[in-house]
């Protein structure tokens, strides 16, 4: 039996104002066929769902504003940050593309970007990449250990390893480095 992979999804309503709207909202997402909310965060007018495709967005959207919980800019900031509202968050679907001098290994990032990092083969040791919100990232052998170490401050994030097969076959490690605020 094959596990159906999901994606989590960072999501913000304006009207939001209590743990009543959490559960209002779990009630709305968790009837609505392929997405479940995971968690909510009143204060910060926010709330994490796990959906099994972006096409499920498409149904979830006007039930919730049917419900007085219309979707609305996520806030941006340490009170809004994805990793601090998300402390679970990993990406889950890398998407690996062969260049001339590597590959291109993309995420979908909790801030809404298409993030990633440019492996290039002929490089020993290469710098981090970077993504808007502050994730780092590092992609090669043994990138998890040495993620760490390319850091001002490792004691300011948490990290996730994660190992992908490149297009050559080889597998590598994905280091991500996510600011706890």
Not at 29 to 58: K, M
Not at 145 to 171: C, N
Request: aromatic letters at 6%; a negative charge.
């Amino acid at each position: 039996m094959r596990v159906q992979e999901t994606m989590q999804i960072l999501l913000s309503s304006p009207n939001i104002t209590c743990d009543h709207c959490i559960e209002t909202i779990r009630g709305v997402v968790d009837a609505t066929e392929g997405a479940h909310l995971v968690s909510g965060d009143p204060d910060a007018r926010t709330f994490v769902v796990d959906l099994v495709s972006g096409a499920v967005l498409d149904v979830l959207a006007p039930r919730l504003a049917a419900g007085d919980y219309p979707l609305g800019d996520v806030p941006t900031g340490p009170a809004g940050h994805g990793s601090a509202l998300t402390p679970d968050w990993r990406p889950s679907d890398w998407r690996i593309e062969k260049t001339e001098a590597g590959a291109n290994v993309n995420y979908d990032c909790y801030c809404g970007c298409d993030a990633g990092f440019a492996l290039d083969r002929s490089q020993a040791d290469q710098p981090l990449e970077s993504c808007c919100c502050g994730n780092q990232i590092l992609v090669g052998a043994g990138a998890g250990t040495r993620i760490a170490s390319k850091l001002d401050a490792p004691e300011a994030y948490r990290f996730d390893v994660q190992q992908v097969t490149m297009p050559w076959g080889q597998p590598l490690e994905v280091a991500l480095a996510i600011p706890l605020e």
